[in-house]
């Protein structure tokens, strides 16, 4: 199986580690750019070795998911290969610190919960949330976010920017 494995620098260390493991079970890894011969098109080199992946592995974090990364490009190059394809295999999101995966379908996600410690789920609702409107799944970022807005309630948050920004998402998700 052909896995590919995107990641911004910070998670460089989580991303080898990842690498090892999936190769270690016979996987074939394309980790990051030393698998590109110098002066090749970068662009058309992930794009193409995004097509040619069997697993996706995304590692979710704030970085990662902020406006600018290539792990956005990345991950617009798979939902492209996997919406234009009858087969959509899974793809797994590892979310550090605590390694946990965030697994999605194209028309499905999957998100274990219960594996989160109670502390950091908010953060782990939020970067979901986040996660699903990127890849332009609005039906169930707007159900994270909402579930993240009763998170956020029962825990007696009254302020903050994660409430600020679940709250407006609530609102222009739901007109759209």
């Given at each position: 199986m052909?896995?590919?494995?995107?990641?911004v620098?910070?998670?460089?260390?989580l991303?080898r580690?990842?690498?090892?493991?999936?190769?270690?079970?016979?996987?074939d890894?394309?980790?990051d750019?030393?698998?590109?011969?110098?002066?090749?098109?970068y662009?058309?080199r992930i794009?193409?070795?995004?097509?040619?992946?069997?697993l996706?592995v995304?590692?979710?974090?704030?970085?990662a998911?902020?406006?600018g990364?290539y792990t956005?490009?990345?991950?617009?190059?798979?939902?492209?290969?996997?919406t234009?394809?009858?087969?959509?295999?899974?793809?797994r999101a590892?979310?550090?610190?605590c390694?946990?995966?965030?697994?999605?379908?194209p028309?499905?996600w999957?998100y274990?919960e219960?594996?989160?410690?109670?502390?950091k789920?908010p953060l782990?609702?939020?970067?979901?949330?986040?996660?699903?409107?990127q890849a332009?799944?609005?039906?169930?970022?707007?159900a994270t976010?909402?579930a993240?807005?009763?998170?956020?309630r029962?825990e007696?948050v009254?302020?903050g920017h994660?409430?600020?920004?679940?709250?407006?998402?609530?609102?222009r998700?739901g007109?759209?």
């Amino acid at each position: 199986m052909h896995a590919f494995i995107s990641y911004v620098s910070e998670q460089s260390e989580l991303a080898r580690e990842i690498a090892l493991a999936l190769r270690g079970e016979g996987h074939d890894v394309f980790l990051d750019r030393s698998q590109l011969p110098e002066g090749d098109a970068y662009n058309a080199r992930i794009r193409q070795a995004i097509r040619d992946c069997d697993l996706l592995v995304f590692l979710v974090s704030p970085e990662a998911l902020s406006a600018g990364r290539y792990t956005l490009t990345e991950l617009k190059f798979a939902e492209e290969k996997w919406t234009a394809s009858s087969k959509a295999p899974t793809r797994r999101a590892f979310s550090p610190p605590c390694h946990r995966q965030i697994i999605w379908r194209p028309s499905r996600w999957l998100y274990p919960e219960q594996t989160v410690p109670k502390a950091k789920r908010p953060l782990y609702q939020y970067m979901l949330a986040e996660l699903q409107e990127q890849a332009g799944d609005r039906a169930a970022a707007l159900a994270t976010y909402r579930a993240l807005l009763e998170t956020l309630r029962a825990e007696g948050v009254a302020g903050g920017h994660m409430l600020d920004d679940a709250r407006r998402a609530v609102t222009r998700l739901g007109r759209e």
